[in-house]
């Protein structure tokens, strides 16, 4: 089957504008996972699912930043008013379980700000 | 605070010589950890976890608590195996991986 599939896989955006990204996990997979990724920086954790819910967002920076997952499958990550320092490459990863440390990553979504 | 550090930000090497990829981690508990890697224009992978303590393309890595470290290994480094390598860290299995800055390593021909 398909791996874990992001769209856009690019999206340049200015200043303020309003960004949506979409994560595809693996068919069955319950756990998904947004993390970001700055230029020289390892990935780093936004939020989970665990199903519907989110069951931590304590990595979400700030409340311009969120996430749903309204039928356990497809997720979208939301960012408003957007600055320049969103810039990074979002990445969302899929779990057959949670917390397993097996996870399935996508391409990534690499988001400019002008 | 759970910290993965990863002190070479890039690593050349010879094929055919030992390859040793450090890592470092800072938390209290019994700790997983993990190394996933990414090869060019490639997707995020894992390529093992200390609960295995497999072999993978060559390579391993043990969990020292005493140094808190999960160096990655390979006696043999072949030019397929340049690639970004990223250790991570899970505390206790409970909470989502934290991953260190990577070291890109290089094999030269």
């Known amino acids: 089957g398909a791996g874990v599939s992001q769209t856009p896989s690019n999206k340049v955006t200015e200043k303020g504008k309003y960004v949506e990204l979409r994560c595809d996990p693996i068919s069955g997979h319950t756990a998904l996972y947004w993390y970001r990724q700055s230029l020289g920086q390892g990935p780093e954790f936004l939020i989970y699912?665990?199903?519907?819910?989110?069951?931590?967002d304590s990595g979400l920076p700030n409340d311009r930043f969120f996430a749903v997952r309204p039928e356990g499958s497809v997720s979208t990550l939301k960012i408003q008013r957007t600055e320049r320092g969103d810039s990074a490459v979002y990445l969302c990863?899929?779990?057959?379980?949670?917390?397993?440390?097996?996870?399935?990553f996508g391409e990534g979504s690499r988001l400019t700000v002008l | 605070a759970q910290r993965v550090t990863q002190p070479e930000k890039l690593l050349s090497v010879f094929k055919g010589a030992p390859v040793e990829l450090k890592c470092n981690y800072s938390y209290s508990g019994s700790p997983e950890l993990f190394w996933y890697v990414q090869y060019s224009r490639q997707r995020l992978q894992l390529l093992l976890r200390?609960?295995s303590r497999e072999s993978i393309k060559g390579f391993t890595a043990d969990l020292n608590k005493g140094e808190t470290s999960f160096h990655l290994k390979k006696p043999f480094a072949q030019e397929e195996d340049s690639a970004m390598y990223y250790c991570a860290l899970s505390a206790s299995g409970n909470t989502p991986l934290v991953f260190g800055k990577g070291t890109r390593l290089s094999v030269i021909a």
């Open positions: 990863a899929s779990s057959p379980g949670l917390h397993t440390g097996e996870l399935f």
């Open positions: 200390h609960i």
């Open positions: 699912f665990q199903g519907t819910g989110a069951a931590d």
